[in-house]
C-alpha cells in the first residue's frame, strides 16, 4: 500500500492534512458529537473483536499478547481486504482512536499491519 498511515486520538482537532479519516474502535468513543468528529469512515468490521477488546482492556502488560492475537484476527478477517482494496490510490489515511494510551491501542497495530500491504 503507497499509502502515508498516521494514527491520532479523535479527540483532537481535525487537520486539513489528515486525509481520509477513518475510526477503527468498534464503539463510539465517549463525549465527542460524530459532527465534530470529522469522520470519512467508520469501518467497525476492523476493529478489534468485542471479546478481545475487552480481555485487553488496555492492559500495558497484555500488549504483546494483543498485538498478536488482533493481528491474527486481521487475518482472517475479510474486512481488511475489502478497506485495502477500496483504498488503493489513497495518499494519506489517518487512523483514529479514542483510547487514552497513545501507545498502546489497535491504531498502532492496524496502522502496522496496512503499511505491510
Do not use: C, M
Given at each position: 500500500m503507497n499509502t502515508t498511515i498516521t494514527i491520532k486520538r479523535v479527540y483532537e482537532a481535525p487537520a486539513k492534512n489528515d486525509g481520509l479519516r477513518v475510526l477503527v474502535d468498534r464503539l463510539w468513543p465517549r463525549g465527542i458529537k460524530k459532527e465534530n468528529a470529522a469522520i470519512d469512515e467508520w469501518p467497525k468490521e476492523l476493529?478489534?473483536?468485542?471479546?478481545?477488546?475487552?480481555?485487553?482492556?488496555?492492559?500495558?502488560?497484555?500488549?504483546?499478547?494483543?498485538?498478536?492475537?488482533?493481528?491474527?484476527?486481521?487475518?482472517?478477517?475479510?474486512?481488511?481486504?475489502?478497506?485495502?482494496?477500496?483504498?488503493?490510490?489513497?495518499?494519506?489515511i489517518t487512523l483514529l482512536f479514542g483510547a487514552r494510551d497513545e501507545q498502546h491501542n489497535q491504531a498502532?497495530?492496524?496502522?502496522?499491519?496496512?503499511?505491510?500491504?
Open positions: 476493529a478489534p473483536s468485542a471479546d478481545l477488546r475487552k480481555w485487553f482492556n488496555h492492559d500495558p502488560n497484555k500488549w504483546e499478547a494483543f498485538q498478536k492475537k488482533y493481528k491474527e484476527e486481521l487475518k482472517q478477517n475479510p474486512a481488511l481486504d475489502i478497506f485495502l482494496k477500496s483504498h488503493t490510490g489513497t495518499r494519506k498502532v497495530v492496524l496502522q502496522e499491519v496496512l503499511e505491510q500491504h
